[in-house]
C-alpha cells in the first residue's frame, strides 16, 4: 500500500512539474528545428523578390532548410490570418508573414499568443526607430521591419526653370511655400502640381506623421481628430491643392502614374517605393530630382521626413519558429550585404541602419539628374518621427473620406473633424 501511494505522488508531482513547465515556457516556448519553412507576401516585382533575394543567402549559411515562398494578395493574407488565428488552430498557417505597419498592432494586440518573440533575434536598435512603434508591444520586438516608405518630393527640374526656379528653391520649405510656387508653374507651363485622388488621403498621412501624430493618441485606441493640428492642417493643404485648379485630378493607380509619365503633373510626394514607376518612362531622364518633404509652417515640431506604407516580417508561433526566426535573423536582421543587392537589384531600401553606409546607398543615380537620391532616402528616414498606427487605421480613415469629401463641398473644417470624432468614438473600439 505505502509502495502504491508513493507511486501515485509521484506521478502528481510529475504532472504538476510538467503543467509548471509549460506555464513558465509561455506562449513563446521553442517550436523546435525545421527543415522546411514557407513564408507568405505579396508583389512579386518587390517584397517576393527580396525574399528570393533573402532565400539565396540563407541557403549558403543553411543549405538544409527549405524555404518555400507563396504569393498571395495582401488582403488575401490579411482574411487567411484572421480566419486562422480566430479558428484556434495552426494548420493552414505560415513560419513568417509579411504584414503592413499599419495593421500590425491590430494583428499584434488581438492574437499577441500567436506571434514569436524575436527580441533575442535581432537588435531592434539597428533599425529605424519610427520602425518599431509598429513591430513592437509592451516591451517585446515581434517584428523584423523591413521596407521604408520614406517621403520625398519627386520633382520636375526643367519645369521649375521654365517657371524662374532651381531645386534649391523647393528644399526645405513649408507646404504653403511649395504651393505658391506649383501655382506659379502651372501659370507658366501648364503642368498641373500634382495628380490627386479625392478619396485617397495619403497626403493627410504623410503631413501627420511629419508632425508625429496619427489618427489615434498614444495609446493607440484613442481617436485623436478634434484637437489635432498637424491633421487640421493636412485637411487645409489638402482643400487649397484640391481648388487650385493647378490639380490633375484622377481615380485610380494606374491614371496617376500615367499622367507622370505623360509628363503632364510636375511633381509628386510620396513614398520612395514610387521611384521605380517614374522611372519607367526612360525619356524623363535627366528631367527629376528628390527634394525633403515640406513641413507644417504652423506646427513647430513637424520635419522634412515622414512615411507612406512599408511593412515588416514576423515569426508566427507555429511549429518550426526556431528555424523560421533564425533564417529572419540571419537575412534580414543582419546581413548588410543582401540589403545592399536588394537596392541595387529591386529599388528595396531596408530600414536596417549598418546597410546605409554600403557602396549600393551612395550610388549616384543619372535618371535625377546624378543624385545619389538612395543617401537621401536613408538619411531622411532617419528624422521619421515614431507614431503609434494603432488599430483601425483604415477604420477611421473610411470616416475621414467622406468627411474631406464633405469638406471640398464647403462645409466648415472644425465641424467636419468634429462630426469624424464622433463617428470615430461611435464606430471604433
Known amino acids: 500500500m505505502k509502495k502504491t501511494v508513493a507511486l501515485m505522488l509521484l506521478a502528481c508531482l510529475l504532472v504538476l512539474s510538467a503543467c509548471g513547465s509549460s506555464k513558465n515556457a509561455g506562449n513563446n516556448a521553442p517550436k523546435g528545428e525545421a527543415k522546411e519553412i514557407t513564408i507568405w507576401a505579396w508583389d512579386p516585382a518587390f517584397n517576393i523578390a527580396a525574399l528570393n533575394k533573402a532565400k539565396e543567402a540563407y541557403a549558403k549559411i543553411n543549405p538544409d532548410v527549405k524555404v518555400n515562398i507563396v504569393e498571395y494578395a495582401q488582403n488575401d493574407i490579411v482574411q487567411k490570418l484572421n480566419t486562422g488565428f480566430n479558428s484556434g488552430t495552426t494548420k493552414g498557417l505560415p513560419n513568417i508573414v509579411l504584414i503592413e505597419d499599419y495593421r500590425s498592432q491590430g494583428f499584434l494586440q488581438a492574437y499577441p499568443d500567436s506571434f514569436y518573440d524575436l527580441s533575442n533575434s535581432i537588435k531592434a536598435s539597428d533599425f529605424a526607430e519610427y520602425k518599431l512603434g509598429a513591430t513592437s508591444l509592451n516591451g517585446k520586438q515581434y517584428g523584423v521591419p523591413f521596407d521604408s516608405g520614406v517621403t520625398g518630393l519627386y520633382i520636375r527640374t526643367d519645369y521649375l526653370q521654365q517657371a524662374g526656379y532651381t531645386l534649391d528653391d523647393v528644399k526645405n520649405i513649408d507646404w504653403d511655400k511649395f504651393i505658391e510656387i506649383g501655382k506659379k508653374v502651372h501659370e507658366k507651363t501648364g503642368k498641373s502640381i500634382f495628380s490627386m485622388d479625392p478619396n485617397d488621403l495619403g497626403l493627410v498621412r504623410m503631413i501627420a506623421q511629419s508632425a508625429g501624430t496619427w489618427y489615434v493618441k498614444e495609446d493607440g485606441k484613442t481617436p485623436f481628430i478634434v484637437g489635432n493640428e498637424p491633421l487640421k492642417e493636412g485637411f487645409r493643404i489638402y482643400k487649397e491643392l484640391?481648388?487650385?485648379?493647378?490639380?490633375?485630378?484622377?481615380?485610380?493607380?494606374?491614371?496617376?502614374?500615367?499622367?507622370?509619365?505623360k509628363g503632364d503633373v510636375m511633381a509628386s510626394a510620396t513614398g520612395n517605393w514610387f521611384t521605380a514607376s517614374i522611372k519607367a518612362?526612360?525619356?524623363?531622364?535627366?528631367?527629376?530630382?528628390?527634394?525633403?518633404?515640406?513641413?507644417?509652417?504652423?506646427?513647430?515640431?513637424?520635419?522634412?521626413?515622414?512615411?507612406?506604407?512599408?511593412?515588416?516580417?514576423?515569426?508566427?508561433?507555429?511549429?518550426?519558429a526556431a528555424t523560421a526566426a533564425d533564417f529572419m535573423a540571419k537575412t534580414f536582421g543582419s546581413d548588410v550585404n543582401l540589403y545592399q543587392d536588394l537596392v541595387t537589384s529591386i529599388g528595396a531600401i531596408g530600414t536596417y541602419i549598418p546597410a546605409a553606409s554600403g557602396d549600393a546607398y551612395k550610388k549616384s543615380d543619372d535618371f535625377f539628374g546624378g543624385?545619389?537620391?538612395?543617401?537621401?532616402?536613408?538619411?531622411?528616414?532617419?528624422?521619421?518621427?515614431?507614431?503609434?498606427?494603432?488599430?483601425?487605421?483604415?477604420?477611421?480613415?473610411?470616416?475621414?473620406?467622406?468627411?474631406?469629401?464633405?469638406?471640398?463641398?464647403?462645409?466648415?473644417?472644425?465641424?467636419?473633424?468634429?462630426?469624424?470624432q464622433k463617428q470615430a468614438e461611435t464606430q471604433v473600439k
Do not use: C
Open 371 to 420: 543624385q545619389a537620391i538612395v543617401t537621401d532616402f536613408a538619411n531622411w528616414t532617419k528624422d521619421i518621427p515614431r507614431v503609434n498606427y494603432g488599430l483601425s487605421t483604415y477604420a477611421i480613415e473610411d470616416i475621414l473620406v467622406v468627411e474631406m469629401q464633405n469638406y471640398l463641398n464647403g462645409k466648415d473644417l472644425d465641424q467636419a473633424l468634429a462630426d469624424a
Open 281 to 320: 518612362e526612360a525619356s524623363q531622364s535627366g528631367k527629376w530630382a528628390v527634394a525633403p518633404f515640406p513641413t507644417l509652417k504652423k506646427v513647430a515640431n513637424s520635419v522634412h521626413a515622414s512615411n507612406l506604407g512599408g511593412s515588416s516580417w514576423y515569426v508566427l508561433n507555429v511549429d518550426g
Open 242 to 261: 484640391m481648388t487650385s485648379n493647378a490639380i490633375a485630378v484622377n481615380t485610380d493607380w494606374s491614371q496617376m502614374v500615367a499622367s507622370i509619365n
